[in-house]
């Protein structure tokens, strides 16, 4: 299949929006998903950006039923490792059910592994759901290692009034 | 014991890498670090740092046994949920043993709660060791949710060799 891989632009926000809904809802957590394509305006394309994104598109004579040529897409961050260096962690990598199979999947996220390399990083860092058996088998296929299998490390969060308290002075 | 918290400068660098090597050891990983105080300096204080860092000061009449006066640290970065917005993670906190219990790891963590909060992060992240049990509980008592055990979260890596084959799939896009 005939597709492109660029990296976003402010006005790709809307469907990257869209995108992130889709992606919650095939984790099952909809109702998680809290941030506007007015945030993502905000936060990915000013002075200091929290994030950057990479979108996969299709020519016009492949577009979806809605007219969406805009399939999939990648976000991701610099990070850093007191042990390794610059790392780059890739939040969501997304393909439309009606494009899988065709290498976008794989096309994002080597794009997100070159544009770390060029910039320095020594790994790309993820996570995904214990039950996401195709996603993690696609990943075990690209070669990665599941640290928290093999090292025992567990991701924490503290959110809420949790975190309000941490914060007070 | 009377300590202080503040932003780390260039020059503590070579102290930051000190205690980087000591927490490693801690985690029985020592043979895992591959950066020295060049590279902190590099990526934590030029024009984009990669990262942000908070250093604990005893006063010269609390130094440890071999003079020092920088005893603990906080590594942090900005990150970002699509879910939920701007995020911090806490790469690493650490406090040199004999200074503990002093409350200068809480002092750490909170900081680094409050500076997130001047720029609307909504979560601060971390990842612990399954079989550190004092962090575990020192996190928790915080009020930090154990994501991997709750929801079934996985941590993955691509480093070395993946990473560069990873790579090299890009070029024939």
Redesign the interface.
Known sequence: MDFSIRAANVEDCKDIARMIVELADYEKVTDHVKITQRDLEQDGFSKNPFFHGIIAEVPEQLRTKDGHTKVGYALYFYSYSSWAGRAIYMEDLYVMPEFRGKGIGKALMSKVAQLGLAAGCNQLNFTVLDWNKSSRDFYMSQGCCDVTTSMGYHCMRCEGEALQHLAQP | MHFKIRPAKKEDCKEISRL?ME??VYEN?PD????AHE?LER??FGENP??QCLVAEVPEEHKSKEGFTVVGYA?Y??????????SI?L??LYVMPEFRGNGIGKGL??KV??V??KKEC??????????NTPS?DF?AA????????S?????????G???????????K?
């Open positions: 980087i927490l490693a990983m895992q670090v591959k950066i590279e990526d934590g990669f990262f590594l970065f900005y990150t970002y949920s699509t879910w939920k917005g701007r993670f790469e690493d963590l909170c709660a409050e997130g909060k909504v979560r601060l992240q971390l990842s612990v060791l399954d079989w575990r996190y915080k009020g930090a949710q154990d994501l991997t055990v929801e079934g979260w996985h941590a993955i890596r691509f480093d060799p993946s990473l560069d084959n990873l790579a090299k799939e890009a070029a896009i």
